[in-house]
């Protein structure tokens, strides 16, 4: 029995080993002189992207490690299921069958994701449109899907796959979504701390357990990203506190069974708290040490702080830059003594060699033209190296306000050692916005408005403004153009051509109407990096139509003095610097400007001037303190009064909130507001965030004081005749503007005062 055993198995080992050989004996082909080479099976492949990828020609010796390594070839480009090599004769056929390729991708239940977001997506791992598809590319697309949903904390969501076969060898992709719930943080824990209470480190943190405003904060969602972040601002609070040994230890996520609940706790270690004993410079500093130590903000005898220290290597390194020392290296070494928990650092400079950029490069800007950017710069290509002046050129790229994000950096130039090119990085944002409305009114019919305003037409860097109202009571046409680069040393020109009629209904104090038509045009030089003097000069014609109804005695007074039909050409001279770190959601900074409007020549002869200065406080991450004061100053001159139509107005959002939108000042028998030459505005705002939306800046609520008033020509600014208000408000950076809304209360009123106590609009600042 053993003995038939073995013999059986020799048999089929025999019979394994002539397959193997019957089959080499097929594949094997002696070496050959090829004749001619035939392609068969492509449909849309060109013969030419096989032929290129042959390791031999026609008229060269074809053998069997050349025919291995064609296949190795072909099936490395991809797009390809099956390659074959057939010999016949001296001619080699090259038998290949394309992998199919996409012609359609869609995506059925997502509710989360634009079908634009996912189509990008899969773009970015190589599925789209005109592609070669295999199985392996459909697995990878459902994972990046699956990415994207969980950077949602949807961590439930499920995708299905559908591949749909058409003509032409193509294939239609339907990505089914079924996103399930989203998973929310119910817990977070801060292990380890002893120095500060876990809720003082939580309200540090942008994610957190959710609000009733959650809804729109979706700060109750997981997110990597934002969790490192947050990381971050608990390491910073406590190295700014003295804390130089703290660390992470660990941090955990866990997830629930029903991927509904997500619970993270981080593991830290505070250490000991040090102090400050001493700062030491060593190194190069090339001559200027006194200069070096005028820069140091690391102060002897007070708690170790993370952030001055920051701050001070990274003011060496700028200065070091301003000398052309590009590659300069400053660090902050400390010396511990952990007996008494204080410590000593030691600032070690090497300026390295010095450095001039070779030439400055730009991406990202795929509409605005690379000269817009340029012509911001200061640190210019085939100069020394200047961190100033790139500093002050990434700023004033960034002001700009065409781009999300201006990242400036250098490298080093291969094969020289004083060389760096300066690499521009900008992330385009829209800057066009759109405006159409239509109304339907008994006593106005059909109104129909449109606006559009584009602050980078054609990418040139200049604005451009239409704005036209059909509308019976205001009714107007405007053209605004600003040209900021009118010189190239960067004296701007803007231009304003306009046209209003203003024609009140009966029951809003007569039929009567005001038409101004007018034109200006103003130069601004840049007399500084940060100052900006503006001056023109400009046309304007009132014309007053009387109705059936008197005209008010204010116009009536008017008209008798000047006529029915008058003239300004006034002279404009402004001054403006801002220091605000943002223009919509300002921390900190100061914001000051001044105008004076002279009537030289027509009709109306007057002085007109005003002083804005807005300065903001930040108390912390959360709180902000914003201050205003505004004041104005009219004078009529050459014996005559004041022009009302030139009169200052107050009451309402963006002067004293609580009264109605201008009703402050004079008034005449009619009972209407007339605005004065003279005016008062005093704000306090405290910004906090809004109940339940954490730190999110774009939603924030305030509570404000205000105080102001507008005053007659012959009255005197007194104390006592401000109105005055108090109240809560809410500010949001929405989709068409920055929204602001106001509930408040009359601090301070008078008779007659008209009283508004909810108001609302878009674009204020106060």
């Known amino acids: 029995m053993h003995k038939k055993s073995n013999r059986f198995k020799l048999r089929v080992v025999s019979a394994v080993a002539g397959s193997l050989l019957l089959a080499h004996s097929a594949w094997a082909v002696d070496p050959f002189t090829v004749r001619d080479i035939r392609v068969e099976g492509l449909q849309r492949v ?47 056929v090259v038998i290949v069958e394309e992998r199919p390729t996409v012609a359609d991708v869609n995506f059925v239940g997502s509710k989360e994701f634009s079908n634009d977001i996912l189509k990008k997506a899969l773009r970015d791992i190589g599925l789209y449109d005109g592609q070669p598809f295999d199985k392996a590319l459909a697995d990878k697309a459902v994972q990046e899907l699956k990415r994207q949903y969980i950077n949602r904390s949807m961590y439930g969501a499920e995708i299905v796959t559908t591949v749909t076969p058409i003509e032409r060898n193509r294939v239609n992709l339907s990505f089914n979504v079924i996103e399930g719930d989203t998973a929310k943080i119910k817990e977070i824990h801060i292990v380890g701390n002893k120095a500060f209470g876990e809720s003082t480190l939580r309200k540090l943190f942008d994610l957190d357990t959710g609000g009733f405003m959650s809804w729109y904060t979706k700060s109750n969602r997981y997110s990597r990203a934002k969790l490192n972040a947050d990381i971050e601002t608990l390491r910073s609070y ?12 660990s941090t955990q996520v866990a997830i629930s069974p029903d991927k509904q609940d997500v619970t993270i706790t981080i593991n830290v270690s505070e250490g000991e708290r040090f102090v400050v004993s001493s700062v030491k410079l060593e190194g190069n500093y090339i001559g200027k040490e006194e200069e070096f130590k005028s820069l140091v903000t690391i102060q002897p005898g007070e708690a170790y702080n993370a952030d001055t220290v920051a701050t001070t290597t990274k003011a060496f390194t700028d200065y070091f830059g301003t000398f052309g020392f590009a590659f300069a290296k400053v660090e902050a070494v400390p010396e511990i003594d952990r007996v008494n928990n204080r410590v000593t650092f030691v600032l070690r400079g090497e300026p390295s060699r010095r450095a001039y950029v070779r030439r400055i490069n730009i991406s990202g800007n795929n509409r605005t033209r690379d000269e817009v950017v340029r012509r911001e710069f200061r640190q210019f290509e085939s100069s020394w190296y200047d961190g100033d002046k790139i500093r002050l050129s990434r700023d004033r790229v960034d002001r700009l306000g065409y781009f999300t994000e201006v990242n400036v950096d250098t490298q080093d130039v291969n094969g020289t050692n004083d060389q760096v090119d300066v690499g521009v990085t900008v992330v385009e944002k829209p800057t066009g916005n759109l405006q159409l409305g239509a109304g339907f009114s008994s006593a106005e019919k059909i109104a129909l408005s449109f606006g559009i305003r584009q602050e980078n037409v054609f990418g040139s860097g200049n604005y451009l403004g239409v704005e036209v109202n059909t509308s019976k009571i205001n009714r107007q046409i405007v053209f605004s153009t600003v040209d900021p680069y009118f010189t190239q040393n960067g004296i701007s020109r803007s231009l304003d051509v306009y046209h209003r009629t203003v024609r009140p209904l009966d029951g809003q104090g007569g039929d009567y109407g005001l038409k101004t038509t007018g034109a200006s045009i103003r130069f601004g030089v840049p007399f500084t990096e940060t100052d900006t003097v503006y001056f023109g000069s400009g046309y304007e014609r009132l014309t007053i139509e009387p109705g059936i109804n008197a005209l008010p005695s204010t116009y009536q007074n008017y008209a008798n003095l000047y006529g029915y039909t008058s003239t300004s050409i006034p002279l404009t001279v402004g001054w403006t610097r801002d220091s605000r770190d943002s223009a919509l959601v300002p921390t900190k900074g100061l914001y000051q400007r001044a105008s004076g409007e002279w009537g030289v020549a027509g009709d109306a002869r007057y002085l007109r001037s005003n002083y804005q200065v807005q300065q903001y406080i930040p108390l912390n991450k959360q709180f902000t303190i914003g201050l205003n004061g505004e004041l104005g100053w009219g004078k009529g001159l050459n014996g005559r009064p004041f022009s009302v139509f030139k009169n200052f107005s107050s009451g309402g959002l963006g002067s004293v909130r609580g009264f109605q939108q201008g009703s402050l000042g004079p008034r005449d028998a009619a009972d209407l507001a007339l605005g004065g030459p003279k005016k008062v505005t005093l704000n306090a705002e405290l910004s906090a965030p809004f109940p339940g939306a954490g730190n999110d800046r774009t939603l924030r609520m305030y509570g404000f004081i205000d105080a102001g008033n507008v005053f007659g020509e012959k009255d005197p600014y007194r104390l006592k005749d401000l109105r005055a208000s108090y109240g809560l408000g809410i500010s949001w950076i929405s989709p068409v503007g920055p929204l602001r809304l106001a509930i408040a209360n009359p601090l301070r009123k008078k008779v007659g005062d008209k009283i508004e106590r909810f108001q609302f609009q878009i674009g204020t600042s106060f």
Do not use: H, N
């Open 46 to 92: 060109e013969p030419g992207t096989i032929f290129a990828s042959l390791p031999f020609r026609v008229g060269e010796t074809y053998s069997d490690d050349k025919g291995s390594t064609a296949i190795r070839a072909l099936f490395a480009l991809g797009l390809f299921k099956d390659v074959r090599l057939d010999v016949s004769g001296d001619v080699l």
């Open 238 to 249: 406590y190295l700014a506190r003295g804390y130089l040994e703290f660390r992470i230890d």
